[in-house]
């Protein structure tokens, strides 16, 4: 099994442009969700998805967008790339709300100029 | 929401022991994890504490009070490769995660 892979692992945006951070998993998990880490700060939760076709706001969804279209993938769309969105993403998933372990993937690292 | 608090920095030698403390507010509890983050890495799970008590993993341990919204992380027998971020995370009662800013700790020789 690969878990949960993401890409890409550095990008650069130019203020407002757009792009889409990809997440998979090959677990079979209902889970995923998606954080940010700024230095020296705790995980965020921007969106999460409870299976596919259904997704929910975290702590800090404004400006971003998400879909599950499918069990495995998971992207995070930025629409409209602002310096505030520089950052740390990773995308993570587990079998069930109960299940108490949430695998990460290794984490897109996003700088917006 | 929580409130998660635990230490910024710790340094300790190798071979020693080193206790990471964590205390959250929160309107809701489902579980207390601690997490392992090498610079530049991607958390990896440690330790999940729902029941008040002392959890042990080889060299590491976890305790938690939850009428005192307290836990701690223990390692034990330092070694170099220890040295890395140590984030506590609270999950609430709707099974999202919490997580705090996160512990470094450096293991000297």
């Known amino acids: 099994n690969a878990g949960v892979t993401q890409t890409p692992k550095f990008r650069i945006l130019k203020i407002g442009q757009s792009m889409t951070l990809q997440c998979t998993q090959d677990?079979?998990?209902?889970?995923m969700y998606w954080y940010r880490q700024d230095p020296g700060m705790g995980l965020k939760l921007i969106y999460y998805s409870v299976g596919a076709g259904i997704t929910d706001k975290g702590e800090v969804p404004n400006g971003y967008n998400v879909s599950r279209s499918t069990t495995e993938d998971f992207p995070l769309r930025l629409e409209l790339a602002a310096p505030s969105q520089t950052s740390v993403y990773f995308c993570?998933?587990?079998?069930?709300?109960?299940?108490?372990?949430?695998?990460f993937g290794p984490g897109t690292r996003l700088t917006v100029t | 929401g929580q409130n998660i608090d635990q230490p910024t920095e710790m340094t300790a030698t190798e071979g020693a022991i080193v206790q990471i403390n964590c205390t959250y507010q929160t309107s809701g509890f489902n579980g207390l994890f601690w997490y392992q983050q090498h610079a530049g890495e991607a958390p990896t799970f440690l330790s999940y504490n729902v029941l008040d008590g002392l959890e042990e993993k080889g060299r590491f341990s976890s305790f938690l009070s939850r009428s005192k919204g307290y836990s701690y992380l223990l390692l034990k027998e330092l070694q170099m490769k220890d040295s890395a971020s140590y984030l506590c995370a609270v999950r609430d009662e709707d099974y999202k995660l919490s997580f705090g800013a996160g512990t470094t700790v450096t293991v000297r020789a």
């Open positions: 677990m079979n998990h209902n889970y």
């Open positions: 993570a998933s587990s079998y069930s709300e109960q299940g108490y372990e949430q695998y």
